[in-house]
């Protein structure tokens, strides 16, 4: 059992940054890729980025390419969502997702073991 937590969610103007950071319970972190995924009121939740267990691999939407980092610390059993040049459709419900995959590559919502609760990220114009 994996117990994800969420913070770092907030209000932020346009052009401005966040961090996101997910804490995991438990001992077996690296045995889990890691991922982040959003929902937006009305939309289906959506894939943002995915590290491979040790952080060798990583992988990213198109719509976010280039403006987020997906981080993760084993030692903290922490993995982080770094966002850049924020844009108003960056606003939703930002989850951090654990899976046990082969490859990071193959994360999607249906591929998720454990969820966190979610932290509102509002991007404003």
């Known amino acids: 059992q994996v117990q994800l937590v969420e913070s770092g969610g907030g209000l932020v103007q346009a052009g401005g940054s966040l961090r996101l950071s997910c804490a995991a319970s438990?001992?077996?972190?690296?045995?889990?890729?890691m991922g982040w995924f959003r929902q937006a009121p009305g939309k289906e939740r959506e894939f943002v980025a995915a590290?491979?267990?040790?952080?060798?691999?990583?992988y990213y939407a198109d719509s976010v390419k280039g403006r987020f980092t997906i981080l993760r610390d084993n030692a903290k059993n922490t993995v982080y969502l770094q966002m850049n040049s924020l844009k108003p459709e960056d606003t939703a419900v930002y989850y951090c997702?654990?899976?046990?995959?082969?490859?990071?590559?193959?994360?999607?919502?249906?591929?998720?073991?454990?969820w966190g609760q979610g932290t509102q990220v509002t991007v404003s114009s």
């Open positions: 997702a654990a899976a046990t995959l082969s490859s990071a590559a193959q994360l999607m919502p249906s591929s998720a073991d454990y």
């Open positions: 438990g001992r077996t972190f690296n045995s889990y890729v």
């Open positions: 590290i491979s267990r040790y952080g060798i691999s990583t």
